[in-house]
């Protein structure tokens, strides 16, 4: 009866975890710029949460847990790679094609270049923030950093992507300016 209890609970945190594969993936994503190493990353984190899956003392803190492997695994990458790792994205002509609405693409499109450009300490924390929606403790938790270091990477990245986008806006705004007086 035992095994038949966990290989019930086996196949339940397999889905526990299927089911945040998507929001890994856009931050590992957000940090290396890069579709399949962001995939490797992700499988990798899998990996390890299925196999490490009975140190998990509570079910609640999955998330955490999860992205503290995925950012384990993308240090263990730098590591191995060298942080001066250059990342190129590439885009996908066809998806940009489906887009239906040019502006809003453009907007996300502009928001992802400045995000790109954060030195990686920034990048880390405002992604873990803001896309993935985690609380300072638990960035502290994941980053192994203290709380106030991630009070203070999330602040200067902020400040960074503010200013980068207001200079898109005005340099937006002054073509536009330009094309009415013509």
Known sequence: MKVVKNL???????????????????????????PVLADDLVQETIYKALKNASRLRDVKTIDSWLYRILYNC???YLRVKGRNVEFVESYDDESADQTDNYQQAQIVKRVRASVEQLPLPLREVVTLAD????????????????????????????????QQLLEFGSDELTVSK????K
């Open 8 to 34: 019930v609970a086996a196949f339940s945190m397999k889905a526990e975890f299927a089911s945040r594969r998507n929001k890994l993936y856009r931050i590992a994503y957000s940090w290396s710029h890069d």
């Open 74 to 76: 993308w240090q263990d």
């Open 131 to 162: 896309f993935a929606g985690f609380s300072y403790e638990q960035i502290a938790e994941i980053t192994d950093i203290p709380i106030g270091t991630v009070m203070s990477r999330l602040f200067r990245a902020r400040k960074n992507l503010k």
């Open 178 to 181: 330009l094309r009415r007086v």
